[in-house]
């Protein structure tokens, strides 16, 4: 049996719709298979996993929470994806720009006179750090050639001990009592809360505000347009005398600068102070979300609906059906291997011929 | 006296130093068929779950190891699947694979966190494993450093010196033209990928039956995108990855040294150490090779599907 695959002449919208849609349905029947496996009836899972979340108001607030730093980095991420590029150290960009604008706050406590200019300087800072930090490894792939794959990744490493160095050194709480964590913030530096005494915080408009802004720079302007030509046809693109160096230095500034927002909007909104733990490996999630919602900021967003839907589904499953957590993580992994490969349907015709006889190349 | 501290040194870099060798040179052939797989992380880490899994029921460390190579194998089959059979992108369906297993190797692992094991038993030959100054580096080491160093030694024959090999080199470097002569492309990069997975699951398992004999989540901590790098800072050359994997043993195991020592450093920053000595010696590799063209396999990572 051979597999043969004719690429299309044009892609069908239908079809680019549907194959995401048919991945997400055989990723929640192999779920369902593991989760019988796992002696736990299929259908009492799927009610925890995707319907319990929707039923009520904290965890749908708890949904929009997680999917806003999810849809905001990987947004960023789609930048960079788009022109073959690849950024896969967002979690350690997140990182810095947490510690950078949570750095601020701690600077800035107890400060006698005017405050409102602390949480604008913590964002701007944040945001910031995660730009100086992403253009480590576009600086040293644009003059040397270094791979950006390995540096980015392992940049990560290092922004986590930095954080780590940092909680437990300098920046720790002298009245702590010797945990490893700074002081809380204090109001002027905390995102404020959208409803009285609800957990939705501000920081979920932010992100809102950053996916729509970058899905207008992606669509409407120049430089999305070059981003996309250049991932289409990087050769077509270079006779069109765009330039590789400053692409990449900008699709890296874009993703870093969205990934650090997204660290200092949840150590500024939900946390509310430094510690050795900011983020649940949000910028290694946020690289599923970019590849489940097509590269397109609008399914993008849809996309980080879904995997926070799991992902808050997967600790109610924890609790009430000692479902282990881990299990979200595999789903979610295979997940992105099944959308990934359900692709082969919108760029392929897919033709299997029963024996092998050997084929021909076309030009 | 001191030659045998020496010794002792060299051992435990070649311990550091045989997950990376082993996880490294299956991604070498990967990578000389053309394909750039990045789970090797997940692959590795759900090697060590499922390895230490197997051995603890079985009792047997071998039958540990067949078990992690086997969870690799599964993993690396997987992707195969997508990107061999239906021309996924590479980077993506990597990074998919790595999530993947770092998941099922918590699911796989969750009964055995806090257990312990013996570590895998180390050769004595009497006399021999006796001999000072060498006795133990020679003779004494457990039998994944051996079959990593012929892991090694084979894969350099195999590439070099058989027909197989330029086969599998000259896939990796054209593959229109490759599958115009009437090789199988697709068929050796299949095998090629399974491979790597076995070999990436068997470095897992190293860590968790012989490195440190337990097993806990996300225990690889980064060995394998280390592995990775090691790929390209060895220039592809199954002889370097040995060399290259040893320098990291070394730096590992001095960062080690250094932290009991208490130099006065934080612990973090020497922690830090061997993700930036990847870095910069991926800096130095680049600055020392000025933009001379690639040494990668020219086909690396790009797709491709065979057309009538």
Redesign the interface.
């Known amino acids: 049996m051979r597999l043969d695959l004719l690429p299309r002449a044009r892609r069908s919208p239908w079809l680019d719709l549907l194959a995401p849609a048919l991945a997400f349905l055989a990723a929640v029947l192999i779920g369902g298979i593991a989760v019988a496996a796992l002696g736990v009836p299929p259908e009492q899972a799927f009610l925890t996993y995707f319907v319990a979340p929707l039923s009520e108001v904290w965890s749908l607030q708890e949904v929009a929470l997680k999917a806003a730093p999810l849809a905001l980095i990987a947004t960023g991420l789609a930048f960079c994806y788009r022109a073959n590029l690849w950024n896969i150290g967002a979690e350690g960009q997140y990182v810095a720009g947490g510690l950078a604008g949570g750095w601020v706050a701690v600077a800035a406590h107890g400060f006698q006179g005017p405050t409102f200019w602390i949480l604008p300087a913590m964002l701007l800072a944040g945001t910031c750090a995660g730009i100086a930090y992403a253009m480590i490894p576009a600086l040293l792939r644009v003059r040397l050639g270094v791979s950006e794959i390995l540096t980015s990744l392992m940049l990560v490493y290092v922004a986590q001990l930095l954080l780590d160095y940092m909680v437990r050194g300098p920046l720790r709480d002298p009245q702590g009592y010797n945990f490893p964590q700074s002081v809380g913030f204090e109001d002027a530096a905390r995102l404020p809360l959208l409803m009285e005494g609800e957990s939705l915080h501000a920081g979920v408009l932010i992100g809102l505000l950053g996916i729509v802004l970058a899905a207008l720079v992606l669509a409407r302007t120049l430089f999305g347009f070059e981003v996309r030509a250049v991932g289409a046809s990087p050769r077509a693109a270079r006779f069109a005398g765009f330039s590789d160096a400053r692409l990449t230095l900008s699709v890296f500034a874009i993703s870093g600068g969205a990934a650090g927002l997204a660290g200092i909007c949840e150590v500024a909104g939900r946390i509310g102070q430094l510690q050795p733990e900011i983020s649940p490996g949000y910028g290694f999630t946020a690289i599923i979300v970019a590849f489940l919602g097509r590269l397109s900021p609008p399914g993008i967003l849809l996309a980080a609906l879904v995997i926070a839907l799991t992902t808050i589904g997967g600790e109610g499953a924890q609790i009430d059906l000692k479902l282990p957590l881990d299990l979200t993580r595999a789903f979610q992994g295979l997940l992105l291997c099944l959308v990934l490969g359900a692709d082969v349907l919108t760029r392929y015709h897919v033709r299997i011929v029963p024996g092998g006889a050997s084929t021909r190349v076309t030009p | 006296m001191s030659l045998d501290i020496v010794q002792m040194v060299l051992v435990t870099v070649l311990a550091a130093a045989t997950p990376l060798i082993l996880a490294a040179i299956g991604e070498l052939v990967v990578e000389r068929a053309g394909v750039l797989n990045?789970g090797v992380e997940?692959m590795m880490v759900f090697g060590a779950a499922a390895g230490f899994a197997v051995a603890t029921e079985t009792g047997s460390t071998g039958l540990g190891a067949l078990g992690g190579a086997g969870a690799g194998l599964l993993l690396a089959a997987?992707f195969g699947?997508?990107t061999v059979?239906?021309?996924?992108?590479q980077?993506?369906?990597g990074?998919?694979?790595?999530?993947?297993?770092?998941?099922?190797?918590?699911?796989v692992g969750?009964g055995y966190v806090g257990m312990k094991r013996d570590p895998a038993p180390h050769l004595h030959l009497p006399g021999f494993t006796d001999l000072p100054g060498i006795g133990r580096l020679l003779f004494g080491q457990d039998a994944f450093v051996y079959a990593a160093l012929l892991l090694v030694a084979g894969v350099w024959w195999f590439l070099w010196r058989t027909r197989a090999g330029l086969t599998l080199r000259a896939i990796g470097d054209d593959h229109?033209a490759t599958?115009?002569l009437?090789l199988k492309v697709r068929k050796v990069r299949f095998l090629a990928v399974l491979f790597g997975g076995a070999c990436a699951g068997l470095a897992g398992a190293y860590l968790s039956l012989a490195y440190t004999p337990f097993w806990a989540p996300a225990m690889t901590?980064?060995r394998g995108?280390i592995a990775?790098?090691l790929v390209?800072f060895a220039s592809w050359q199954p002889l370097r990855v040995a060399a290259g994997a040893l320098l990291f043993g070394g730096a590992t195991v001095l960062q080690l040294h250094a932290q009991a020592a208490g130099l006065g450093l934080?612990g973090?920053?020497l922690?830090?150490a061997p993700?930036?000595a990847?870095?910069l010696a991926?800096?130095l590799l680049?600055?020392g090779r000025r933009?001379g063209g690639?040494l990668a396999p020219a086909a690396l990572g790009r797709v491709f599907?065979?057309?009538?």
Request: hydrophobic letters at 55%; zero cysteines; a positive charge.
């Open positions: 990045l997940g997987l699947v997508l059979g239906l021309a996924a992108n980077v993506a369906s990074l998919a694979l790595t999530i993947l297993g770092l998941g099922l190797s918590g699911l969750a229109t599958h115009a009437g901590a980064g995108w990775l790098a390209v934080p973090q920053l922690s830090a993700y930036l990847t870095i991926l800096v680049s600055l933009r690639s599907a065979p057309s009538r």
